[in-house]
């Protein structure tokens, strides 16, 4: 059986449907899976989160869905993609996934932030998936923890939407609330 797919639209859903929905998709064990490396993948993660083999775009969603279910992140800090009987180097330029979506519930310490991945996943920050501000050459570069030391880059119009927030509640400095963890927006996290 499937892993339940989110509607097109998270507007239709509350953030109690969305923190169902992500504690429903079931993953494999990767990293309890420990076979021996066998080379490279051929693949490619682009900064804009698009899924390359041999140079080619993956096309179809239904796979990079797949093959992200089963990538993880090295103690090195390098990504493979892993089963039970090999493990392949995935190159990744900066974050394998992609925040596109952002829903917000709530205000100030009682809010709650939900993200859409690229691939449909969904993500609550809060305690275990925290959201960091770094500091890059193109100005603030905003990412949110997903899963086993994955993380996601928040889309250009996705940090605006948070800075947005931020403003309109005042912060100094900007700054945000989800599930009861405060993420500060200064680029120091």
């Given at each position: 059986?499937?892993?339940?797919?989110?509607?097109?639209?998270?507007?239709?859903?509350?953030?109690?449907?969305?923190?169902?929905?992500?504690?429903?998709?079931?993953?494999?064990?990767?990293?309890?899976?420990?076979?021996?490396?066998?080379?490279?993948?051929?693949?490619?993660i682009?900064?804009?989160?698009?899924?390359?083999h041999?140079?080619?775009?993956?096309?179809?969603?239904?796979?990079?869905?797949?093959?992200?279910?089963?990538?993880?992140?090295?103690?090195?800090?390098?990504?493979?993609?892993?089963?039970?009987?090999?493990k392949?180097?995935?190159?990744?330029e900066d974050?394998?996934?992609?925040?596109?979506?952002?829903?917000?519930?709530?205000?100030?310490?009682?809010?709650?932030?939900?993200?859409?991945?690229?691939?449909?996943?969904?993500?609550?920050?809060g305690?275990?998936?925290?959201?960091?501000?770094?500091?890059?050459?193109?100005?603030p570069?905003?990412?949110?923890?997903?899963r086993?030391?994955l993380r996601?880059?928040?889309?250009?119009?996705?940090?605006?939407?948070?800075?947005?927030?931020?403003?309109?509640?005042?912060?100094?400095?900007?700054?945000?609330?989800?599930?009861?963890?405060f993420?500060?927006?200064?680029?120091?996290?």
């Amino acid at each position: 059986m499937s892993a339940p797919v989110p509607p097109a639209d998270l507007s239709t859903l509350s953030l109690a449907d969305i923190a169902r929905l992500a504690d429903e998709r079931k993953l494999p064990p990767v990293e309890s899976w420990n076979p021996s490396h066998c080379g490279h993948s051929g693949m490619r993660i682009a900064r804009d989160g698009t899924w390359f083999h041999e140079g080619s775009p993956i096309g179809r969603p239904a796979m990079v869905r797949l093959f992200s279910t089963i990538l993880r992140r090295e103690p090195d800090g390098s990504h493979v993609l892993v089963t039970p009987v090999e493990k392949l180097d995935i190159d990744v330029e900066d974050a394998p996934f992609i925040a596109v979506e952002l829903k917000t519930d709530g205000e100030g310490r009682e809010r709650s932030l939900a993200f859409r991945l690229n691939t449909d996943d969904l993500v609550v920050a809060g305690p275990e998936h925290p959201i960091r501000f770094e500091t890059g050459e193109d100005g603030p570069r905003p990412y949110i923890d997903v899963r086993r030391g994955l993380r996601a880059l928040l889309a250009r119009p996705v940090y605006y939407e948070l800075a947005e927030l931020s403003l309109a509640e005042g912060q100094d400095p900007p700054s945000l609330w989800s599930n009861g963890v405060f993420f500060p927006m200064d680029g120091g996290s």
